[in-house]
C-alpha cells in the first residue's frame, strides 16, 4: 500500500540509518528520497550510504532518488568557555577575526561581514529565536554590541539568524562548493540550496553543475529568508522545485506568518509546474515516540491538502528511534487524506506558447480526460522526464506511469507526486510499445481488465521527440 501512495517521502539519512536493513526498511514502507544533510556529512559516509541505496533500488526494483542538501551560508556563535545566561537589558559584544571562547560579555561569531552589515536597530535571533538581541552598533570591522531583548542560556554553536540585516555573504559558501563537487562527483539526483535569496544564486549553482558535470542537475531552491519571498517569482523561473524550509523560515518571519507563507509558496510552485518539499518538524516527537501527536499528524495532512509534492523528515529519521516506524506513520496519514475532493489545484490550461506549448497541451488534456473517464492510469515514455513533470502538476486522480530508457531519471522522478517510474528501452513502433507498456503496468498490479488507460507518445517513437500524441485504450486482457 505504501508503495501506491501519490504524495513523496523525503527521509534525512543520519546516525539512525547507518544500516542496509534499516534503508531496506524505510524503502518497504515508503520512503521515496534519502536527503542527506551536508551540514553535518562526511564524505567517505555519504558515498557508503549512497551505495547502499543503489544497491537496494537494484535488488529490490526501487527507485529511490538522492538529495544533496547544501548548508548554504549558515551563521553560528562560536565554542561557550562555561554556561552563559543572559539576561534583558545586558550588552555582549559579538567578535568576528580569531577564533575564541565566549563568555557573558564577548561571544565570537563565524560571520567575518557582520561587523560591515550589521545596523543599529537590527535583530540577532540566536538558536532557533530562543534568545533575541538588538544592534546598539558597529566598529565596522571586527565588533558589534547587541543589547539583550529576551534573554536566556547562550549555548555553544547555536545557529544565529538575522532577519533584517542585508547579508553580503553569498548564498554558496566555500564549503558548499566544496560539497557541490562531491554531490555532483556522486551523481546525485537533485540538489538542494539553503538560505536562497536571489535567482542569482541558483544561477550560480547551476553554472557549477555545469562545469563539473555532463548532465543536467535539477536544483531545488529552499525558501527559508524574507528576500525569497518576494523575489519568488524570479526564484522560481531560475529552479527545478522548491522546498519550504519551515525551521529557519519560521525564525526570520513571525512564526504566526508561516502557515499563511507555506500556502502561497505551495501555489507558486505549482503554477509554474515544478514539485514542492514541505519540511521540519513534521512528526518531531517521532524522535523519541512511537506515535506522532494530533497536531503533527493535522500538519502533515494539511501539507498533502496544500498541495505538496513530498513531505520531509530530518531528526525523525536521522537521529531518531523509529526511522521505520515513522515512515509507516506518515505513508499512512498521505494514503489517507491524498485521494480527497477537497483538494484544489490549479487547474489553468497552458497558454504561453512555448516550443513546448504541444507537449505541455495534451499533458494537461491527458490529465482532465483521465478524470473524465476514470482512468486507472496515464501512461508515458520519455527521455527527460519533461512529460512526467507537467502530468504531476495537474494532480490527475489515477497513477502516472513513466517508461524511460534513461536511468539517471528513472530515480529523479521519485520526488514527483503520483510519478512511478519504470526502466523501458524496446523502442520499437508505437503499437508495439503500447502493448509493451500496459503489460507491465498489469504485471506491476497498476491496471486490471476493463480499466482504461491514457497512453502518451512521441511519434515516430524512434526519435525519442517531444510527446505529440494521446491515446485512450481499454485493457481488455491482462494476460499478455
Known sequence: MSQRKKTKIVATLGPATSSKEVLKGMLDEGANVFRINFSHADYDDVSERIKMIRELNDEYGYTASILADLQGPKLRVGVMKEEVVVNPGDEIVFATGERFEGTKERVYMTYKNFPQDAKPGERILLDDGKLIFEVVSSDLKSEVTAKVIQGGPLKSKKGVNLPNTNISQPALTEKDIKDAIFAISQEVDWIALSFVRHAEDLIELQDLINKHSEHKIPIIAKIEKPEAIENIDKIV????????????????????????????????????????????QMMETMISSLTPTRAEVNDVANSVMDGADAVMLSGETSVGKYPVQVIRQMASILTSVEDSPLIQVPQLPPHIRTNRYITKSICYHAANMANEIDAKAISTLTNSGYTAFQISAWRPSCHILVFTSNKRILTRLSLLWGVRAFYYDRFVSTDETIEDVNKMACEKGYLEEGDMLVSLAAMPIQEKGMVNTLRVTEITSCSF
Open 237 to 280: 523561473s531560475q529552479c527545478d522545485g522548491i522546498m519550504v524550509a519551515r525551521g529557519d523560515l519560521g525564525v526570520e518571519i513571525p512564526a504566526a506568518d508561516v502557515p499563511l507563507v507555506q500556502k502561497q509558496l505551495v501555489l507558486r510552485a505549482k503554477k509554474a509546474r515544478i514539485p514542492v518539499i514541505i519540511a521540519t
